[in-house]
């Protein structure tokens, strides 16, 4: 059981579909009594990795001045990660994929994450539009060795709201409970 997640969710959307679907995860936590960070990576200021490896030198610190620092720092004491992301032409959203790239830095420190999940939200009626994004999160739990805790995909969602009375948000809702 997990007791300090922290949320990375890549939706440019307020209140949509996708950020509605990650609420749900984090009130599940929260009733549980966990401690939940969410970062909404859409409103931060985050570059992409630049390869320079300085976070190899100085293990855990990026050389970019940027909003990345409290990410990176939340996560050094989290047990759990929750990736939260529409399917945007066949893969997660570039404002996650930017952070996900950018934990890089902390390869080279010893992070307390056991466990991983993912949600995702799409408009198409198919749940194969997000197995790009699938294979990349799986890729990372494989290689950092975290368990997965589930994975989420909503599909035929159009406009926001059209996840309300969707099964997927209890589901949801209990993940975050039992993670």
Request: aromatic share 8%.
């Amino acid at each position: 059981m997990s007791n300090n997640i922290v949320v990375l969710s890549g939706s440019p959307r307020k209140n949509g579909n996708t950020e509605r679907l990650a609420a749900a995860f984090v009130e599940g936590a929260q009733s549980s009594g966990k401690n939940v960070k969410v970062f909404r990576t859409a409103d931060m200021n985050i570059g992409g990795c630049r390869g320079c490896e300085y976070c190899y030198i100085e293990p855990g610190v990026c050389v970019q001045k940027d909003d990345m620092p409290q990410i990176l720092e939340a996560l050094k004491t989290a047990d759990a990660i929750v990736f939260v992301s529409p399917v945007y032409y066949f893969d997660m959203s570039a404002q996650l994929k930017l952070a996900i790239d950018r934990t890089f830095a902390l390869l080279k420190v010893d992070v307390p994450i056991k466990r991983a999940a993912f949600l995702m939200t799409c408009g198409d009626d198919s749940e194969k539009v997000a197995d790009g994004a699938v294979v990349t999160y799986s890729s990372i739990c494989e290689y950092l060795k975290w368990e997965d805790a589930g994975v989420i995909i909503v599909t035929g969602l159009e406009k926001p709201g059209d996840i309300d009375e969707r099964p997927e948000i209890e589901s949801a809702r209990t993940l975050g409970a039992d993670i």
